[in-house]
């Protein structure tokens, strides 16, 4: 059974068009999180829902939208696609997000590349 | 805000040589977390360290975190192929929310 699964796993799109990339966690945490991975690895947190509440909201074009309908799901949706918004996308989750022993369990990843 | 620093961004070993990174933050962390990626795969978590001056030992991994809890380290001993991957040291403050990468170390290992 996988933890945290991502759809899709590749995602290939021209520039301009609308997409969204859904996540969900059957391990029964509260916490969920969007990171983004460039071309050079670097992880960069771009959202973060703790029971359906958002709780970080990090510095990302208002073109990116998450929304969690519930604890267990939270989806991606990003307008209006741009060549830099090439990279891959991964889901996490948490059991908690200040937990003292809370780590993050990462879905495989979509890997998104905008022509 | 928050930062984690970590270094080499790669390193490239002979197998059966010995491996490190290196991890610095700009402000006191509440624990650290080390994670393994391999090649296109994801993130895959190893340990906390949470106590100042803390070591933790897996098999040949050896973890340890600073006492002033801003910095820490992953020493491998005699590398493996299956060794492979990128090493990321991930820290969070104390009742933050954020688990803060570094950018990561690549190892390769030459068989």
């Known amino acids: 059974d996988t933890a945290v699964s991502q759809t899709p796993k590749y995602l290939v799109t021209q520039m301009g068009n609308d997409k969204s990339i859904k996540c969900e966690q059957n391990l029964g945490h509260d916490t969920m999180y969007w990171y983004k991975q460039d071309s050079k690895k670097f992880l960069k947190i771009m959202f973060s829902?703790?029971?359906?509440?958002?709780?970080i909201n990090e510095t990302v074009p208002n073109r990116f939208s998450p929304k969690s309908p519930d604890k267990a799901h939270l989806n991606l949706h990003i307008n209006s696609l741009e060549l830099g918004d090439s990279a891959v996308y991964f889901c996490a989750s948490s059991l908690t997000p200040t937990g003292t022993f809370s780590p993050l369990h990462f879905g495989n990843g979509t890997r998104l590349t905008v022509t | 805000g928050q930062q984690v620093m970590q270094i080499p961004q790669y390193q490239h070993v002979q197998e059966g040589e010995d491996f490190t990174t290196y991890c610095n933050s700009s402000t006191t962390l509440s624990n650290i977390q080390w994670y393994k990626q391999r090649p296109g795969g994801h993130p895959v978590f190893l340990i906390q360290l949470v106590k100042s001056g803390e070591v933790k030992k897996q098999k040949r991994l050896t973890f340890q975190f600073g006492e002033a809890k801003k910095n820490s380290s992953l020493h491998i001993t005699a590398t493996q192929t299956t060794d492979v991957g990128t090493y990321f040291c991930a820290g969070k403050n104390t009742g933050g929310f954020k688990t803060i990468f570094g950018a990561g170390t690549r190892l390769f290992v030459k068989a």
């Open positions: 829902y703790n029971n359906k509440e958002l709780i």
